[in-house]
Nanobody
């Protein structure tokens, strides 16, 4: 079965850090660009970051620049989202998604595989 599984979410105080993981099973991530998305209650799904297939290029939405870092370890078939200096407005369900291309797309429909999501809550 081809699937992505996110982990690492949880409850953290403002200013804290979390590291999300996105692990693939049933297929190799070597051929896929990976996007991270998030969706807060009552809001549309938002693209957070993207890492190219080779790992040589990353993009982050303006609101997380300087705080979030995206990386990948193809040997472990896993992509990571390191989130530092977390703010209450970062609270959301975070999803990873894979598209078979060198670079990510801004369009959700371009992604073939999605994880089930992991909850991140930033609150004191």
């Amino acid at each position: 079965q081809l699937q992505l599984v996110e982990s690492g979410g949880g409850l953290v105080q403002p200013g804290g850090s979390l590291r999300l993981s996105c692990a693939a099973s049933g297929f190799t991530l070597d051929y896929y660009a990976i996007g991270w998305f998030r969706q807060a209650p009552g809001k549309e799904r938002e693209g957070v970051s993207c890492i190219s297939r080779s790992g040589g290029s990353t993009k982050h939405v303006e609101s997380v620049k300087g705080r979030f870092t995206t990386s990948r370890d193809n040997a472990k078939n896993t992509v990571f989202l390191q989130m530092n200096s977390l703010k209450p407005e970062d609270t959301a369900v975070y999803y990873c998604a894979a598209m078979r291309a060198e670079y990510c797309s801004d369009y959700v429909i371009s992604y073939a595989y999605w994880g089930q999501g992991t909850q991140v809550t930033v609150s004191s």
